[in-house]
């Protein structure tokens, strides 16, 4: 993996000497794990142009969480941890020469850039925008894989759960559960809060779980994710507890399950990313449920649990293979419940089976 980073960091300084720039700072933690394959607390990755640096105010620890640094980068600790590791790149930048620097704008605070420009006034300043992100978007086989892994845990905590007794538990329980068995089957940790609804919560996106008690004949949505090795998946699933699911239970089901199906259709390399939204949106307006899918149908997903593409009505750009998304169609009916179901896929050419469905968990309305 070292040559990985290296020639991803390559990339970035050779796209920034193309600018004009002598120097990066990378600040936004997932961008600095992408470059330099772990992310300590608080830590910042400088490029060029003597050598590339990662700074940190802290020893790292080398856990799950930080990642496993490349071996081939220079690290260098903070002689105090109150330190700021920005501003110590860029005096470490400009005393190796550098007549400039660009920087991640959007990262840093007005305070943070204008103590960049005070300890360093010598170095022209400049954006370096969102050119990490943009190139975190298509993933490599390797993070693919670590993908896959991240679903299959989900898939698990979620398997085992459905097989024990729901009824009488709070929303809560069941939440803390299913986060210590994603941990059980080899995750960093849970990729976001679970969500656990129940009866008139069920439905309803990132719904904090309550002390509320799963009762008989409740739906009951959850969604859940893992990390594995730093790369975050997604997977959302909506039953019934107890009893034959009601008539209107059935048909709002069936609504969701065929508006997700039509946005999971649409994924295909030179997709539009409004048209997939378009495709699953069109679903619920036409059953009467325009508001099911909020501001989004879907997103990318990677080392953060949301980044581009975004798959809503305004966006634009064209999907690319290998790029790994979430399709998360929901309907909530206030006072009564709802649905959603979500998953992860990667898109892949029509020629390669079409899109690749990382969480395999049944669709099926089960009875639990």
């Known amino acids: 993996m070292s040559e990985v980073y290296a020639t991803r960091r390559g990339w970035l300084k050779d796209r920034c000497a193309a600018t004009g720039s002598a120097a990066a700072l990378v600040s936004r933690p997932a961008n600095v794990r992408y470059l330099a394959g772990g992310a300590p607390p608080g830590a910042v990755l400088l490029l060029g142009p003597a050598e590339d640096v990662l700074l940190c105010p802290r020893t790292p620890t080398g856990d799950l969480v930080e990642g496993r640094l490349d071996e081939q980068l220079r690290v260098t600790v903070l002689p105090t941890p109150s330190g700021d590791p920005a501003v110590a790149a860029a005096d470490l930048a400009q005393a190796s020469g550098a007549d400039s620097l660009s920087v991640e704008e959007h990262d840093l605070t007005v305070a943070r850039h204008r103590a960049l420009g005070s300890v360093a006034p010598r170095l022209l300043l400049g954006d370096l925008g969102g050119a990490v992100e943009q190139k975190r978007l298509v993933k490599d086989e390797e993070e693919i894989a670590c993908l896959r892994i991240a679903a299959e845990i989900a898939d698990q905590a979620l398997g085992e759960l459905l097989e024990s007794i729901l009824v009488g538990r709070t929303e809560r329980h069941l939440a803390l559960e299913l986060e210590r068995r994603l941990v059980d089957h080899g995750a960093d940790g849970p990729a976001f809060t679970t969500s656990v609804g129940t009866g008139p919560h069920s439905g309803l996106g990132g ?113 690319d293979a290998c790029v790994p998304v979430t399709v998360e169609p929901g309907v909530h009916l206030p006072g009564r419940g709802g649905v959603r179901i979500d998953d992860t896929l990667v898109v892949r050419p029509e020629a390669d089976g079409g899109p690749e469905l990382l969480t395999i968990t049944t669709k099926e309305l089960l009875a639990l």
């Open 207 to 319: 719904h904090r779980p309550s002390d509320r008690r799963v009762e008989e004949g409740d739906f009951l949505s959850v969604c859940l994710g893992a990390t594995y090795r730093g790369y975050r998946c997604e997977i959302g699933r909506t039953f019934v507890i107890g009893t034959t699911p009601a008539d209107w239970q059935i048909e709002l089901y069936d609504v969701v399950f065929a508006a997700q199906r039509a946005g999971r259709e649409a994924l295909a390399p030179g997709a539009e990313y409004r048209a997939v939204d378009r495709a699953a949106r069109q679903v619920l307006d036409a059953a009467g449920h325009p508001e099911g899918l909020g501001a989004c149908t879907g997103h990318g997903v990677g080392l953060e649990i949301s980044e581009d593409p975004q798959l809503a009505p305004g966006a634009m750009g064209k999907l």
